[in-house]
């Protein structure tokens, strides 16, 4: 089917209401900047879900890397993005103005020049991601210890999406399928979303991030509404089984633990951890979980699990903005409250 008919049936659809989530903040950017809802019958929903890296990493992960950053011949290393995010009082923005030390990276393999120039100081890096980035953390794992770089520690946030997927569909009623994450993907292959879909009963689509293939998704969904299938429209990158090198090296350094996530506190084995061999390489992150915000009125929990619009946040457009954020959606800019702001009419 052509992309017109594509979209004259999803404007034109009058059947049972539906509600799909997409759990990539790729997919929630491209959707929001291809404008996909308004080609969109009344009667299909689009909500995000915990697709941002940045936005599901709880506050305690933040004030454990603005204490680390006081501390003496310490530096974080960072993504521009995590600089921003708030923890409970303060975010590493913060920190660096009072004297904290932080340095922002465009690589996470910048570290090594870092470290290898200053070995009197122990660079951090704040290593957050889902399945996507943790074989690159696993590669760079391999380059401290080939190198024997001693001033080089981890503090992490990975997550599995499987899991946090899982707690959604326990939880929320109200998703009737999946846009499938696409980069997750490319690692675990296609079927690590098919257990779900039997166990729940709802589409899993993996989907590209164009816009016509996104719309080509949704059809999907719509067509296989009520039928626990996987169906995967991104081939071109994904696979059945996923990149078993990548899914190895993970293996090799990082072993599952009970994480943490903002909106959805702990998930049994949903994260990934050093492996206790490579224990002197972590930071501490083992110890870290859910605790209060900074600003409590801040609903990006409900926003991470769909279960509330960034509009619906008291704070959405009035003290909280991209310049002034006071939860991590609207840090990223994968953050679904940044994308409704950005986007806002």
């Avoid at 999406?161 to 899982?166: G, Q």
């Avoid at 994480?259 to 206790?276: C, D, F, T, V």
């Avoid at 926003?303 to 310049?323: D, M, N, R, Y």
Wanted: hydrophobic content about 40%; some cysteine.
């Amino acid at each position: 089917m052509d992309i017109e008919r594509i979209i004259t049936y999803l404007k034109e659809y009058d059947g049972v209401p539906l509600t799909f989530m997409e759990v990539c903040g790729t997919h929630t950017a491209a959707i929001s900047e291809n404008g996909i809802p308004s080609l969109l019958s009344d009667k299909i929903h689009l909500v995000s879900g915990p697709g941002c890296p940045v936005c599901v990493t709880v506050a305690s992960y933040i004030d454990r890397l603005c204490a680390l950053s006081a501390e003496p011949n310490t530096c974080i290393v960072t993504f521009g993005d995590m600089i921003r995010v708030p923890g409970s009082s303060d975010a590493l923005s913060d920190m660096k103005s009072k004297g904290g030390k932080i340095n922002m990276v465009y690589s996470p393999f910048e570290i090594i020049n870092l470290a290898e120039n200053d070995t009197d100081t122990t660079f951090i890096f704040a290593a957050v991601g889902f399945e996507t980035t943790t074989p690159i953390y696993a590669l760079l794992m391999e380059q401290i210890i080939s190198k024997n770089i001693k001033n080089i520690k981890f503090l992490t946030s990975l997550k599995t999406m499987p899991a946090a997927i899982d707690y959604l569909c326990a939880s929320n009623s109200k998703i009737d399928g999946f846009i499938a994450p696409g980069h997750v993907a490319v690692i675990t292959g296609a079927n690590a979303f098919l257990p779900l879909a039997k166990k729940y009963n709802l589409p899993f689509v993996v989907s590209g991030f164009k816009g016509e293939e996104l719309l080509a998704t949704i059809y999907s969904l719509v067509k296989l509404s009520g039928q626990g299938e996987v169906l995967n429209l991104y081939k071109s990158a994904v696979t059945t089984d996923g990149n078993k090198k990548a899914q190895e090296i993970v293996k090799k350094y990082f072993e599952p633990y009970d994480a943490y996530w903002r909106g959805m506190g702990k998930i049994n084995g949903s994260g990934l951890i050093l492996k206790s061999q490579y224990a002197k390489y972590d930071a501490g992150s083992e110890n870290l979980n859910e605790d209060s915000k900074k600003n409590t009125a801040c609903r990006c929990g409900e926003v991470i699990t769909g279960t509330a619009l960034p509009s619906q946040c008291p704070l959405f457009c009035k003290i909280c903005t991209p310049e002034n954020p006071q939860g991590a959606c609207m840090v990223s800019n994968e953050g679904a409250c940044f994308h409704a702001f950005t986007n806002r009419n």
